[in-house]
């Protein structure tokens, strides 16, 4: 079955542009304009309204709000004011302009929707209406894609790992996003092959940036760390608790299932967690992982940002004994 790309299209200049021959490209690409506007006042109007399913609005640099201003030809209200609530809404907003200096220009910055997405289509008569025909399908096709729903979804989460990748050179952002797409589209391979690459990438991520904090106590292994955030630490006395307490079951959680899934086929494991995920081909434990480390991350690093006093931070805690430091 053709796709169909349903957009609304405002333009001041609408009926020269979408004339006979456009309406037939646009027809042959599987493009239906359900709406075109001359002004951006009706076009808010209309997307507030409508329960029609939108894949795309496209607009111009030069329309105005509600009318053209006398001795103004280059009215650019109608793109000042979308720009103010574009993000307000699911689908994508393309800019099709003849003016590449509005980008470039000192108002560029109001109109970074559209250049940091790429989200601009430039008019060139001798290439006609095809460049915004690919655009549209492009970038409707793109916003339907597994990597684009993650990143938008998953958007403030993965933040995070982003943050705390740059501050100790890790590598847990690839890697966690990787498996979120892996785990939508149902592509996870070898799942007990993660569960090391959680505990080093995530766990020791995090170890690790909160020794070099003074958050915790330096060297710990990861079984320490989480004693020592879950206040069981039997080295170290915690004066001011770093971790709400809601988490410390859920830290308790991801560090023995994924030291315990990181090792097949040997004595003293507890649950054998490995072999189980290996020979079930299950998925769900590890995806249970994914989403605890997701919350404990967010939860990790919001301390971090506002802790960044490393001997402030050295007081909240303290040996247990003169001898281990």
């Known amino acids: 079955m053709k796709q169909v790309y349903n957009i609304v299209w405002a333009d001041d200049e609408i009926d020269s542009l979408y004339d006979d021959i456009a309406k037939k490209l646009f027809r042959a690409s599987g493009i239906n304009v359900i709406k075109a506007f001359v002004n951006a006042k ?4 209309f997307l507030g309204e409508t329960n029609s399913p939108i894949h795309a609005v496209v607009v111009d640099a030069n329309f105005p709000w509600e009318e053209f201003k006398a001795n103004k030809e280059q009215d650019r209200m109608g793109l000042v004011k979308v720009s103010q609530w574009v993000e307000n809404f699911d689908f994508p907003f393309i800019l099709f302009t003849g003016r590449k200096d509005l980008i470039s220009g000192e108002e560029a910055e109001q109109f970074e ?7 601009v289509v ?3 008569p001798a290439e006609g209406i095809m460049p915004l025909i690919n655009k549209i399908k492009d970038t ?15 958007r403030m989460e993965l933040e995070c790992f982003k943050t705390i990748d740059s501050i100790n050179n890790g ?17 996870i391979m070898n799942a007990e092959s ?11 991520l995090m170890n690790s940036t909160a020794a070099n904090f003074g958050i915790v106590p330096p060297d710990l292994s990861l079984n320490d760390f989480s004693y020592f955030l879950c206040l069981k630490s039997n080295k170290f006395s915690v004066i001011e ?3 709400d307490q809601a988490l410390s079951g859920v830290l308790q959680y991801v560090v023995t299932m994924t030291q315990d899934g990181s090792h097949g086929k040997e004595s003293g494991l507890r649950f054998h967690i490995h072999d189980y995920v ?6 769900l434990i590890l995806k249970s992982i994914i989403f605890a480390v997701i919350e404990l991350m967010n939860r990790f690093m919001e301390y971090v940002v506002n802790n960044t006093d490393i001997e402030r931070n050295r007081m909240k805690w303290k040996a247990k004994s003169e001898g281990i430091k």
Do not use: C, Q
């Not at 929707?113 to 989200?119: C, H, M, P, R």
């Not at 590598?171 to 592509?187: A, Q, W």
């Not at 290996?278 to 998925?283: A, C, S, V």
């Open 42 to 45: 009706s076009l808010k109007a």
């Open 194 to 204: 993660y569960f090391n690459d959680i505990r080093t990438d995530v766990l020791g």
């Open 278 to 283: 290996r020979e079930k081909r299950d998925t």
């Open 171 to 187: 590598h847990s952002y690839p890697l966690v996003r990787g498996l979120l797409i892996k785990g939508r589209d149902n592509t």
């Open 122 to 124: 430039y008019k060139n």
């Open 113 to 119: 929707y559209f250049t940091s997405n790429d989200l």
């Open 140 to 154: 409707v096709e793109f916003r339907n894609s597994t990597e684009w729903i993650i990143d938008n979804h998953y």
């Open 241 to 243: 608790p770093i971790m």
